[in-house]
């Protein structure tokens, strides 16, 4: 079994990811990972996995949340906030930890030390660990090239209420994909909602928009609008689970790596 740490353990997808590693006889759950000064019992979203047992009744313990990892680990999971994924990125390099990071909204400085940390322990970070956007992003760029520039790009992500970061990590993966495949970029191209007198449409412009309203899992549609047609791909996710298992997948997966920044696309492709 392995041994993993969950950093975010009280969250709405931390939560979900331990209540399913402690379901999942690959891993042993060692330290459930809090904010500092944070005990994590009290949060809602950690009640489900306060009471959940390894499938096995015999391996059974309470789940302790803590906000320092003391034992050692094999992998640590990562769905905190970019502050957080700093610090524990700091931790991991020390220690030689493997890491998966499912935290988003990392500045460029942010990116740029995860990039380094990869050259000395191995790390997936996606900004989405389900399946069905992994694999849209497998064809989007073919996609975007094939329809070519007569075709309007616009993306909408749609997210709970209580989500801090605006476009989402996934949209901006997705936005990603379609101007690394046709030679845009978008610090120039991207639009992120109009207002006012905009003018008309520019050639080549990729609009970006994030919509936050109740309890919203996660929603994003990418559409393609050209001559007499929309082409229009929609990914809807209904529990947190679907990022809960994909990261104990990753995490499954980069235990005993060499050292590199991997993603999901790698994890889906063995």
């Not at 998966?100 to 909204?105: E, F």
């Not at 970061?165 to 495949?181: K, Q, R």
């Not at 001559?227 to 996710?237: D, F, L, N, Q, Y």
Request: glycine letters at 10%; aromatic letters at 4%; proline letters at 4%.
């Amino acid at each position: 079994m392995l041994k993993l740490a969950i950093a975010g353990a009280a969250g709405r997808t931390g939560s979900a990811t331990l209540r399913l590693a402690m379901e999942d006889d690959r891993f042993e759950v060692v330290s459930a990972l809090t904010a500092p000064g944070s005990t994590g019992s009290d949060t809602p979203h950690a009640e489900s996995a306060k009471s959940v047992a390894h499938s096995d009744p015999a391996n059974a313990k309470p789940v302790t949340f803590r906000d320092a990892l003391d034992e050692p680990c094999d992998v640590l999971i990562d769905f905190t906030l970019p502050a957080g994924t700093m610090a524990w990125l700091d931790h991991c390099t020390r220690r030689r930890t493997a890491m998966v990071i499912g935290a988003t909204g990392h500045d460029a400085a942010q990116l740029a030390a995860i990039e380094a940390a990869a050259r000395s322990i191995p790390i997936v970070k996606a900004s989405n660990f389900s399946v069905g956007i992994t694999s849209i992003l497998g064809f989007l760029g073919q996609l975007a090239r094939t329809l070519g520039d007569a075709y309007d790009v616009e993306l909408v992500e749609s997210h709970h209420r209580h989500k801090v970061d605006a476009p989402s990590g996934t949209a901006i993966t997705l936005a990603d994909a379609i101007t690394e495949a046709t030679g845009r970029s978008r610090e120039k191209h991207a639009r992120y909602g109009r207002v006012g007198a905009v003018g008309e449409r520019p050639k080549g412009e990729i609009g970006i928009h994030a919509v936050r309203m109740g309890e919203i899992t996660g929603q994003h549609e990418i559409h393609f609008s050209g001559p007499g047609e929309t082409v229009t791909i929609r990914h809807t996710a209904h529990s947190r689970d679907t990022f809960a298992s994909g990261a104990l997948r990753a995490a499954a997966w980069v235990a005993g790596r060499p050292a590199g920044l991997y993603a999901m696309t790698d994890v889906l492709a063995d």
